[in-house]
């Protein structure tokens, strides 16, 4: 299936949760909305800075228009220092933008239809502190292709990749039967297609007989004979 995440842009607090699992999202809508003290203090900050630079430059251009009582050389300095400060405003107003474009993007829109696949959203983010960087939530498009990811166990790997070589390498695919944890009662099926190349510690007890190695494989499902259909299910196979 088609996920879609989404990431902390910056450091900050999570301040608003509008939407829960299972819910249908459309392109753009608010998911979440996220806050900075850091940028909002940035923020404040520039905009000090830019209201003493306008009226020095206020000051100065008044002085400069006096002009008979200034000598050139004071009108040098003057001229050289509204110079400086022009330079400086243009900077601080750059600044000012990328501030503006940070704090726009703490705003969390959906960038794709979808259904929310993160589960206890509100207990787990609304008002916690977020990195840049962490995974948010999880979207997924409900319509595209299902698949299953497998856990194979070292051990059994390469009686799997044989006979996966063995059906036209995987386009038959192999047979599967699964459970999902939600209904253990009601057989699955489905068709292994890829299997990974290299092998991975699982989480499972170091004392199996695979010793915590697996090998993950991909089958395809038909989605419409699931009991439930929810991205992240847990299956036994």
Same mark, same amino acid.
């Given at each position: 299936? %088609? ?25 753009? %809508? ?11 203090? %940035? ?9 003493? *630079? ?47 474009? %940070? ?19 509100? *207990? ?27 856990? &194979? ?62 090998? &993950? ?21």
């Amino acid at each position: 299936v %088609q996920k879609i995440p989404y990431y902390a842009p910056h450091d900050g607090v999570v301040r608003e949760v509008h939407i829960a699992e299972g819910d249908s999202v459309q392109q753009g %809508q608010v998911l979440l909305q996220l806050v900075s003290h850091k940028l909002s203090t %940035q923020l404040d900050a520039l905009n000090g800075e830019l209201r003493l *630079n306008k009226d020095r430059r206020t000051q100065l251009i008044d002085l400069l228009n006096r002009g008979t009582e200034l000598r050139q050389i004071e009108r040098d300095q003057l001229e050289g220092e509204l110079q400086l400060l022009q330079i400086q405003q243009q900077t601080k107003q750059q600044e000012l933008q990328v501030i503006h474009k %940070q704090l726009q993007e703490m705003r969390i829109e959906a960038i794709g239809n979808g259904v929310v696949s993160t589960w206890d959203l509100s *207990n787990r983010l609304l008002n916690r502190p977020v990195i840049a960087g962490d995974l948010l939530v999880t979207t997924y498009v409900p319509e595209g292709s299902w698949k299953l990811q497998l856990s &194979i166990p070292d051990y059994r790997a390469g009686i799997v990749a044989s006979r996966l070589a063995e059906l036209d390498n995987g386009k038959q695919g192999v047979p599967v039967r699964f459970s999902l944890s939600s209904h253990p009662d009601q057989l699955q099926e489905a068709a292994l297609i890829h299997l990974g190349s290299r092998t991975i510690r699982s989480r499972s007890d170091a004392s199996s007989p695979d010793n915590g190695s697996v090998v &993950i494989g991909e089958a395809m499902l038909d989605v419409e004979k699931l009991p439930l259909a929810k991205d992240g299910a847990i299956a036994r196979a």
